[in-house]
């Protein structure tokens, strides 16, 4: 990977940017992105082997196993969140350090087959409940507490579909270059 871009490697692509308008069409666009998004991962990895899998993406990155089981637990966190949101009145959310989660045993180690079994059932539930959000609720918020910002839930599917595509991109493009299959 020498002469590439390392930003262009860390966001193949590009940085999360807000649309000025979440029409009913855009939300459903991202819930749609959302709920294929275990499929798209699982053609593009499951075929790798270990070496593969423990191959960083970049410099310095995690590697394309630590990505895989780090989709599992953001897109965990990001349910549970929209859980809270709908049951409590602008909840300030838990945060968690995902570099020291990736950096577990089950994210050095584990297979990728029980994280994708994982993202599948969990994307469908995602997608269910994005799917059965009313107006309303996809105004309702949460706070982070690590910039104490608050978050709406109509912000959180555009996120959330922009992070499965970004990380997949991440493999696609180490891929790309390896010449993998």
């Not at 979440?22 to 991962?41: A, D, H, N, V």
């Not at 968690?96 to 577990?104: H, Q």
């Not at 269910?128 to 910039?147: A, C, G, Q, T, V």
């Amino acid at each position: 990977m020498e002469n590439v871009d390392l930003e262009k490697l860390k966001y193949p692509i590009g940085k999360f940017v807000a649309p000025e308008n979440y029409s009913s069409e855009y939300i459903l666009g991202k819930i749609q992105e959302i709920e294929t998004f275990p499929e798209r991962l699982k053609a593009e990895t499951i075929h790798l082997t270990n070496e593969q899998l423990d191959t960083p993406y970049r410099p310095g990155g995690w590697t394309v196993r630590q990505v895989i089981h780090h989709c599992a637990e953001s897109h965990m966190n990001c349910y549970i969140r929209i859980k809270w949101t709908l049951t409590e009145n602008n909840p300030v959310i838990k945060a968690y350090d995902e570099v020291l989660w990736s950096d577990l045993p089950d994210g050095l180690k584990m297979p990728i087959q029980p994280t994708l079994t994982l993202l599948e059932g969990l994307h469908f539930r995602l997608g269910y409940i994005m799917r059965n959000l009313s107006e309303n609720d996809l105004e309702k918020s949460f706070i982070h507490p690590e910039n104490n910002s608050k978050y709406k839930l109509k912000q959180i599917i555009a996120t959330y579909a922009w992070h499965g595509n970004h990380h997949l991109a991440h493999i696609t493009t180490l891929k790309k270059y390896k010449n993998w299959k």
